[in-house]
T-cell receptor, first 109, second 119 residues
Framework: AQRVTQPEKLLSVFKGAPVELKCNYSYSGSPELFWYVQYSRQRLQLLLRHISRESIKGFTADLNKGETSFHLKKPFAQEEDSAMYYCALAPYNNNDMRFGAGTRLTVKP | EAGVAQSPRYKIIEKRQSVAFWCNPISGHATLYWYQQILGQGPKLLIQ????????DSQLPKDRFSAERLKGVDSTLKIQPAKLEDSAVYLCASSFRATGLAGGPYEQFFGPGTRLTVL
């Protein structure tokens, strides 16, 4: 069964501090992993995905198949990073996306 | 390009009433998705269309929920009759296709959602 777990519902850091949003998954196969973000009063949008290996807005995420994790990291958080973050996975051969419950990140000045 | 459009944005109904939501995907996107997002949870996929055919509706409560995409463009999601536990945000998303030949799942683009309150 596909499952995505985000253990922290809320995460608060100060501006300039490092931030890590945790994501663990269970899936019997090779999934594609995603991070979606929803800023206040905006739509849910893709932040980054594993296959792209990109850094978006200073965020990176590393897939650890041994620990089945896909944690999102940023070395220096900014106030504009405050948002709701969702980890998601989809099988590589279809787009049956499963989302975690989300982590609300607040970056304090 | 214009994004995914949804209407209405808000709807309040009483239990046992019927309700319908409309979605217009990004032009040229073959795949369309409906999600249900209950407060405090992540989006849950209800149904996936490829053009006008259903790809996956395994999580759609078919006793009360129905969806169609007759001409392969716009889609409607209906609840009949509604229950209190149907209160949620209903999100529509679209992607160019479900998956590419070598690139895995295509990015899904989301609409603003319809917030349904069942009293």
């Amino acid at each position: 069964a596909q499952r995505v777990t985000q253990p922290e519902k809320l995460l608060s850091v100060f501006k300039g501090a490092p931030v890590e949003l945790k994501c663990n998954y269970s899936y019997s196969g090779s999934p594609e992993l995603f991070w979606y973000v929803q800023y206040s009063r905006q739509r849910l949008q893709l932040l980054l995905r594993h296959i792209s290996r990109e850094s978006i807005k200073g965020f990176t995420a590393d897939l650890n198949k041994g620990e089945t994790s896909f944690h999102l990291k940023k070395p220096f958080a900014q106030e504009e990073d405050s948002a709701m973050y969702y980890c998601a996975l989809a099988p590589y051969n279809n787009n049956d996306m499963r989302f975690g419950a989300g982590t609300r990140l607040t970056v304090k000045p | 390009e214009a994004g995914v459009a949804q209407s209405p944005r808000y709807k309040i109904i009483e239990k046992r009433q019927s309700v319908a939501f409309w979605c217009n995907p990004i032009s040229g996107h073959a795949t369309l998705y409906w999600y249900q997002q209950i407060l405090g949870q992540g989006p849950k996929l209800l149904i996936q269309f490829q053009n006008n055919g259903v790809v996956d509706d395994s999580q759609l409560p078919k006793d009360r929920f129905s969806a169609e995409r007759l001409k392969g463009v716009d889609s409607t999601l209906k609840i009949q009759p509604a229950k209190l536990e149907d209160s949620a945000v209903y999100l529509c998303a679209s992607s160019f296709r479900a998956t590419g030949l070598a690139g895995g799942p295509y990015e899904q683009f989301f609409g603003p959602g319809t917030r349904l309150t069942v009293l």
